[in-house]
């Protein structure tokens, strides 16, 4: 099984800042990997998949990359809304299996 | 409109079984894949399994493997998920969610439920 390790665990910051959150995968998955948002009380929301392609609707302040086995989510501008928490998600083979998630919290 | 509405949680007893349901509507439920997901309460996403469109293959999580089961009613477009020998350590909050393509790999889940949630105590 591919682990996924996702950092930061947590992360502050302020509106308007710019923020990365990096997940690595432990062997190569090509570009079979998504990044959801998730805020209290809700069900997870598809943001980006494969690693660069932002979903219909998606603010394009929103941005997804990628370098090898490393994959990143870049928030520029940060808006109240966007305060939640972030996992990623390979889905290269089976079993598939999600980072451990970052907090992204108002500073 | 795309929805998946969970039903079946509860609270049941260390080695009880479970069957949760997953009932969809909005699209065409046998043209896509099917991917339950777990979460525990406070806690990360975690993948269980899934189901491809036509219901033949399925795969799970390793540790999962065994003990739960999916299966899929094209006729009444709902998912279930068999949940055996149930342990605390499967508590949490259960979503159903659409993949975007017939088979899952290389695709990703795309519309998701509300979750139902499972309670595993003594």
């Known amino acids: 099984a591919i682990e996924m390790t996702q950092s930061p665990s947590s992360l502050s910051a302020s509106v308007g800042d710019t923020v990365t959150i990096t997940c690595r995968a432990h062997?190569?998955?090509?570009?079979?990997l998504g990044w959801y948002q998730q805020k209290p009380g809700a069900a997870p929301k598809l943001l980006i998949f494969?690693?660069?392609t932002l979903q219909s609707g998606v603010p394009s302040r929103f941005r997804g990359s990628s370098s090898g086995t490393d994959f990143t989510l870049t928030i520029t501008r940060l808006q109240p809304a966007d305060f939640a928490t972030y996992y990623c998600?390979?889905?290269?083979?089976?079993?598939?299996?999600f980072g451990q998630g970052t907090r992204l919290q108002i500073k | 409109e795309v929805q998946l509405v969970e039903s079946g949680g509860g609270v049941v007893q260390p080695g009880e079984s479970l069957r949760l349901s997953c009932s969809t509507s909005?699209?065409?439920?046998?043209?896509?894949?099917m991917h339950w997901v777990r979460q525990v309460p406070g806690k990360g996403l975690e993948w269980v399994g899934l189901v491809s469109a036509d219901g033949v293959s399925t795969f799970f999580t390793d540790s999962m493997r065994g003990r739960f089961a999916i299966s899929r009613d094209s006729a009444k477009k709902s998912l279930s998920l068999q949940l055996n020998n149930l342990t605390p350590a499967d508590t949490g909050l259960y979503f159903c969610a659409r993949d975007a393509t017939p088979y899952g790999s290389g695709s990703c889940p795309d519309f998701w439920g509300q979750g139902t949630l499972v309670t595993v105590s003594s």
């Open positions: 494969p690693a660069s």
């Open positions: 998600l390979h889905t290269y083979n089976f079993p598939f299996s």
């Open positions: 062997q190569g998955i090509a570009n079979d």
């Open positions: 909005g699209f065409t439920f046998n043209a896509f894949a």
